[in-house]
T-cell receptor, first 115, second 118 residues
C-alpha cells in the first residue's frame, strides 16, 4: 500500500521552461512534505520542504505547492536548467505523534532537461 | 565538511552469506537512519537511531536484518543468510538531532551501498 505516489516515472522539458513534478499521498495524517533530488550513484539531496500549515514555499527557482484537500503537492522549477536533470523524490512525514523520524518516499520521477 | 559516507560502495555476495554494511554519519549528528531502495521502488525506511538507541526497528524486513550503532557515531547494518530479494541499494542518512514532536530534521544521505545477492 503506497502512501506516497509519484505517478509519472519520467518528465522531459526544454531548458528555460517550467518543470512541474507531481505527488499524491493517501495518509491524511502526514503534516510535513519534502522533495529530494538524486543524481546517479549519489545519495538523495534535500531540496525543499513544506509544512501542512502552508500552501506554498519558495526557494529560488524551486516552489512547492500543497493542496491538502486534494492530498496533492507539486514541485515547480522555473526556469529549468540541464543541471536539474535528476530523479526527484517526494517524501512525507508525521511531525506530530513522535513519528517525525520516518520519511515515506514515492518512487521518484526522472526529470530530463534538454538544452 | 565531510558528508555521510558508506562502505562498501558495492557488494556482490552469494545467497546464504552474511554481509555487513557500514555508515559514518556527519560529525555531530546524533540521529542516524537506514533506508533501502529496491529496483523501481522508492526509499523504504528500515530503522533509525537516536544516539546508540534504536527506538523503532519495525521497518526491518525480517529477523535476518539487524543494526547497531556504537559511540553515537558509526552504524553497521547486518544481513544474515542473504536472499536474492535483499538485493537493493542500502542508504544511510543522518540528521543533527531528533526530537519527538519537533519539526522533521533534514536528513542528509550517503551515496549508498549497492548489494547484489547472486
Amino acid at each position: 500500500d503506497q502512501q506516497v505516489k509519484q505517478n509519472s516515472p519520467s518528465l522531459s522539458v526544454q531548458e528555460g521552461r517550467i518543470s512541474i513534478l507531481n505527488c499524491d499521498y493517501t495518509n491524511s495524517m502526514f503534516d510535513y512534505f519534502l522533495w529530494y533530488k538524486k543524481y546517479p550513484a549519489e545519495g538523495p539531496t534535500f531540496l525543499i520542504s513544506i509544512s501542512s500549515i502552508k500552501d506554498k514555499n519558495e526557494d529560488g527557482r524551486f516552489t512547492v505547492f500543497l493542496n491538502k484537500s486534494a492530498k496533492h503537492l507539486s514541485l515547480h522549477i522555473v526556469p529549468s536548467q540541464p543541471g536539474d536533470s535528476a530523479v526527484y523524490f517526494c517524501a512525507a512525514s508525521l511531525n506530530s505523534g513522535g513519528s517525525n523520524y520516518k520519511l515515506t518516499f514515492g518512487k521518484g520521477t526522472l526529470l530530463t532537461v534538454n538544452p | 565538511g565531510a558528508g555521510v559516507s558508506q562502505s562498501p560502495s558495492n557488494k556482490v555476495t552469494e545467497k546464504g552469506k552474511d554481509v555487513e554494511l557500514r555508515c559514518d554519519p556527519i560529525s555531530g549528528h546524533t540521529a542516524l537512519y537506514w533506508y533501502r531502495q529496491s529496483l523501481g521502488q522508492g526509499l523504504e525506511f528500515l530503522i533509525y537511531f537516536q544516539g546508540n538507541s534504536a527506538p523503532d526497528k519495525s521497518g526491518l524486513p525480517s529477523d535476518r536484518f539487524s543494526a547497531e550503532r556504537t559511540g553515537g557515531s558509526v552504524s553497521t547494518l547486518t544481513i544474515q543468510r542473504t536472499q536474492q530479494e535483499d538485493s537493493a541499494v542500502y542508504l544511510c542518512a543522518s540528521s543533527l538531532v531528533w526530537l519527538a514532536g519537533a519539526k522533521t530534521e533534514t536528513q542528509y544521505f550517503g551515496p549508498g551501498t549497492r548489494l547484489l545477492v547472486l
